[in-house]
């Protein structure tokens, strides 16, 4: 990153809305790559729409990071229901993170979870959970540096 201005990581307020909901687009846009199945309009929907006010307003958490005013960065998470077949625990998923290109680099997407992992330890939380395909090695490389190691593998096939 060559200049770039200072980041700030803070909680999202409901005025976030529209930052949140295009850098959700970004996401779903670089996440095609590893599935076309995704649904580029998803982020316009009132289902996301809901998604996107219940964790800006306290039904889970946003994170965002900003520079110079601009949202760049992003992270939202909730509590989550364990498997009835595993021991009770307080988890809680990371739903998504994502960082403009021009900002990744810098510790930016790191510092996004470092603020979600003091939350989830404010809330009781013993394990913190998270997705992320396979395909997604920039990602993947992150959680590694992070301490996440894999839990579950899902696989699919498609019918012709």
């Known amino acids: 990153m060559k200049n770039t201005p200072e980041v700030t990581i803070r909680r999202g307020q409901p005025n976030d809305l529209a930052a949140i909901r295009t850098l959700d687009q970004l996401l779903i846009a670089h996440d095609r790559q590893f599935d076309p199945s995704l649904d580029a309009s998803w982020s316009e929907s009132v289902e996301a729409t809901e998604f996107f006010v219940g964790r800006l307003s306290g039904d889970g958490v946003c994170f965002v990071a900003e520079a110079d005013g601009v949202v760049v960065g992003s992270l939202l998470g909730a509590m989550s229901e364990v498997a009835s077949y595993r021991r009770p625990a307080c988890l809680v998923e990371a739903e998504t993170l994502f960082v403009h290109p ?13 603020a979600f992992l003091d939350w989830a330890q ?9 997705r992320v395909s ?4 920039e990602a993947i490389r992150l959680y590694d540096k992070l301490g996440y190691t894999p839990y579950d593998l899902i696989l699919e096939k498609d019918i012709e």
Do not use: P, Y
């Open 122 to 130: 404010e809330q009781g939380a013993v394990k913190i959970s998270l």
């Open 102 to 114: 021009d900002q990744r680099g810098g510790g930016v997407g790191r510092r996004l979870m470092d």
């Open 134 to 137: 396979a395909a997604n090695n």
